[in-house]
């Protein structure tokens, strides 16, 4: 049982969290939506206009957060529907930035770090915590999603960054985040970080550490990759996302039990 469970039933009451809590699989899963988020983004914007393909984006995640808002308590397939559309979407966003817009991948990094500081000073002043175990009303569910959508499109911006402007390269950029990551585990872990912070840490590290060796796999011998084409790696890792989703149903469901 969760701390938060635990409080809730000493209370005497059921306290309705709309997010799961940060386990292994958890992160598991936010690292296969990454790379799943990127290599779909890849396929649908080179083989599909995509003046056509964002809005359709665009709507399809407005209805998978709709769909997560009604829901009462956390709900895997939903949660993670979100997850996923955020990703494909977070990516085209950071892409249009520089693609369409001529941004450098340098700018949008640090325009999107920007907006993340804005969101994270506004969530902490309305809510007064920025612990996910708190996502209890509208306002911090709406606060939680926009935090999400900023940190993909930030994590994809800084994982072009890295390997294309600092010419890391898709392997090296992968290896760099997967060391960054293990500061705020290590933190958190040995030095006593404060877990709100070493959790948004680590979140933010997962979309260019998933990207960069989702893109490595996928993109073409003569771009630094293996070249097994964005589209079967994207099917691949949605089918490991529904696994995922899959186990986590299985568990909450014996918990509720």
């Known amino acids: 049982m969760s701390e938060t469970a635990a409080l809730s039933a000493r209370a005497g009451t ?12 958890f992160w598991l899963a936010k690292v296969l939506t990454t790379g799943m988020g990127e290599t779909t983004s890849d396929f649908l914007n080179v083989n599909f206009e995509p003046l056509l393909v964002i809005p359709i984006a665009a709507l399809l ?13 956390y709900t895997p397939w939903v949660y993670w529907l979100a997850v996923a559309l955020v990703s494909v979407f977070g990516t085209m966003a950071a892409d249009v930035a520089h693609v369409a817009l001529g941004i450098p991948y340098l700018a949008s990094t640090v325009a999107f770090a920007v907006a ?13 915590t920025l612990s996910i175990h708190s996502i209890t009303t509208p306002r911090r569910e709406a606060f939680y ?20 402007v600092l010419g890391l ?44 060796f989702a893109d490595w796999i996928a993109v073409s011998p003569a771009r630094g990759g293996l070249g097994l084409g964005t589209g079967p790696i994207s099917l691949v890792l949605i089918a490991l996302i529904a696994v995922c989703v899959a186990i986590m149903k299985k ?7």
Do not use: C, M
């Not at 059921?14 to 699989?25: G, Q, W």
């Not at 995640?61 to 308590?73: C, D």
């Not at 993340?116 to 007064?128: G, P």
């Open 169 to 212: 390269g898709y392997f090296g950029s992968g290896v760099l985040f997967a060391v960054v990551i293990a500061v705020p585990a290590i933190g958190y872990g040995r030095f006593g970080l404060n877990p709100i912070v070493a959790f948004w840490f680590a979140y933010i590290v997962t979309r260019p550490l998933g990207a960069s």
């Open 61 to 73: 995640l407005a209805g998978a957060l709709l769909l997560q808002f009604r829901t009462a308590t």
């Open 14 to 25: 059921r306290t309705l969290i709309k997010v799961p809590e940060a386990t292994a699989l």
């Open 145 to 164: 999603w926009l935090t999400v959508l900023v940190t993909f499109a930030l994590g994809t911006a800084a994982g072009d960054l890295t390997a294309t």
């Open 251 to 257: 568990r909450s469901t014996v918990i509720n039990e």
């Open 116 to 128: 993340l500081a804005v969101v994270f000073v506004l969530w902490r002043r309305s809510e007064k």
